[in-house]
């Protein structure tokens, strides 16, 4: 049986930060293998009328992070530094490069440091100093992963992976599908891994 589980990414989600913290050494522990595909959740929200944590809502942005530092905590993962950027400005950007990741199998590694420079040192998603270090990292030269990620072809891949999502009934991330089976939430990666392995 193939060990695969479909994971709906969208970089600029807040609760995503947690997700990308742990989930190599989740898939490792387990043994799974996950296909991923990168989607705009914020195009998805937009359609749905749902803005969770926008500046007119102060006492839910002061709980949200306080949530994400508690349960950052939890996992033993290093809690965001605040404050962090946010809402990030250019999270297309960020998810386009992203797709260029997907495409030569190291998404994993580019959405665990897009995350650090973002969360721990204040280098915002999809900003070109924090894609300039991740590719750095990766070992990739900047100007030609911008030159494809802006490309035609990866934004409409972009546009095709969030049409999908919606079809699929996405409406927040991190979002986790076993066939038609829906689990959001980094809350929610242990239940969908759970209810993979025993289906």
């Known amino acids: 049986m193939e060990r695969n589980i479909t994971a709906w990414f969208s970089i600029g989600s807040t609760y995503t930060f947690l997700t990308a913290m742990r989930i190599k050494t989740l898939l490792q522990t387990h043994q799974i ?32 992070w306080r949530d994400i530092e ?13 404050p962090v950027p946010f809402p990030v400005k250019d999270s297309d ?4 490069v992203g797709i260029v990741m997907n495409d030569m199998g190291r998404y994993l590694e580019y959405f665990e440091e897009t995350y650090k420079l973002w969360f721990i040192h204040g280098i915002e998603a999809g900003s070109d100093a924090n894609i300039k270090h991740c590719m750095e990292k990766l070992g990739y030269d900047f100007h030609q992963i911008v030159k494809v990620a802006k490309s035609s072809e990866t934004k409409d ?4 992976n969030t049409n ?20 959001w939430g980094d809350d929610r990666i242990e239940d969908a891994i759970d ?3 025993e289906s």
């Open 195 to 197: 209810f993979f392995e």
């Open 157 to 160: 891949k972009f546009e095709l």
């Open 33 to 64: 293998e996950i296909k991923i595909i990168p989607i705009s959740v914020k195009r998805i929200m937009g359609e749905l009328g749902n803005a969770p944590f926008t500046p007119d809502k102060p006492f839910k942005i002061n709980y949200m």
């Open 70 to 82: 508690r349960r950052a905590v939890r996992y033993g993962v290093t809690p965001p530094k605040n």
């Open 93 to 96: 950007f960020a998810n386009c």
């Open 164 to 183: 999908r999502a919606m079809e699929q009934g996405i409406f927040g991330v991190p979002s986790f599908t076993v066939g038609n089976n829906l689990f």
